[in-house]
């Protein structure tokens, strides 16, 4: 079981390396905003655990194990903040909170989260109750409206997704 923190170095080379092809301290340190003696520190806890290769003065890749454990982590945050953004929360809020939150779901929730996520993206309709929700978010107030009824509902002229 690896920690919040593993997690976090994990994914910040990972996208470091997608990004510009390699890593070193000076990219992660600015990535996690962190000193560069702390992440000097930490790489070589992660080369001791076997997560990655790191060579001082030199780059740092992932190994197999340090790069599934990054990519499942990504995997994760994405979801999350895609669900959040469904939901309407804002972009930014969404990010962090996945952050957050990408540590400590359980297997079985995000197997569901993700799930959602799809089904709501594979539909032509955005649909109408997420409107009626963030309606009701915002104001508080219900509206009592039925699929088949929808083209006398007040909220539904939009055919499109929102978010």
């Excluded at 003696?37 to 790489?43: A, E, H, L, Q, R």
């Excluded at 499942?72 to 952050?99: N, P, S, W, Y």
């Excluded at 957050?100 to 109408?128: C, G, M, N, Q, S």
């Amino acid at each position: 079981m690896t920690t919040e923190r593993v997690e976090d170095y994990l994914k910040a080379i990972e996208k470091v390396i997608e990004k510009k092809g390699y890593a070193q301290v000076k990219d992660i340190s600015r990535e996690l905003e962190l000193s560069s003696p702390s992440v000097t520190g930490m790489f070589k806890k992660l080369t001791k655990l076997g997560y990655i290769n790191y060579e001082k003065y030199g780059g740092v890749t992932l190994t197999p194990e340090g790069e599934k454990i990054a990519k499942c982590t990504m995997e994760k945050h994405g979801v999350i903040r895609d669900f959040l953004e469904i939901l309407g929360v804002e972009e930014e809020t969404a990010d962090q909170d996945a952050c957050k939150i990408e540590h400590v779901l359980a297997p079985e929730t995000f197997e569901v989260l993700t799930k959602f996520v799809e089904f709501i993206d594979r539909r032509e309709e955005w649909p109408y109750w997420l409107d009626h929700f963030r309606h009701y978010y915002t104001t508080g107030e219900y509206i009592e409206c039925t699929p088949a009824a929808k083209d006398s509902c007040p909220l539904h002229g939009k055919k499109t997704k929102t978010t």
